[in-house]
């Protein structure tokens, strides 16, 4: 079983930056792929970013593609999502989610959630 806890959200003008970080515990890391989802306002969840734990390879949604950057801190553990140029449209609930051995945008895929942070971008 993996825990996983969100932090690092809150309201940030258009362009401004944000850290999200999603410490986990429960597992060793090797192998298991870690991802960003969000859910906007009256949406759906929609996948943001994935990295695989022990190579580092990264998947990031077609969206957020050279603004976000996904990484990993091996030591404590915990996933990182840097929110640059940030847009009015990012702003929704961000869930860091754990899943297999495979980088993938798929929700049925990951396994176990975090509670969500709010991201809110103000134009």
């Known amino acids: 079983q993996v825990q996983l806890v969100e932090s690092g959200g809150g309201l940030v003008q258009a362009g401004g930056s944000l850290r999200l970080s999603c410490a986990a515990s429960?597992?060793?890391?090797?192998?298991?792929?870690l991802g960003w989802f969000r859910q906007p306002p009256g949406k759906e969840r929609e996948f943001v970013a994935a990295?695989?734990?022990?190579?580092?390879?990264?998947l990031y949604a077609d969206s957020v593609k050279s603004r976000f950057t996904i990484s990993r801190d091996n030591a404590k553990p915990t996933v990182y999502l840097q929110m640059n140029s940030l847009k009015p449209e990012d702003t929704a609930v961000y869930y860091c989610?754990?899943?297999?051995?495979?980088?993938?945008?798929?929700?049925?895929?990951?396994?176990?959630w975090g509670q969500g942070t709010q991201v809110t971008v103000s134009s």
């Open positions: 989610a754990g899943g297999g051995t495979v980088v993938t945008a798929k929700r049925s895929e990951y396994d176990y």
């Open positions: 990295i695989r734990w022990s190579v580092g390879g990264t």
């Open positions: 429960g597992r060793t890391f090797s192998g298991l792929t």
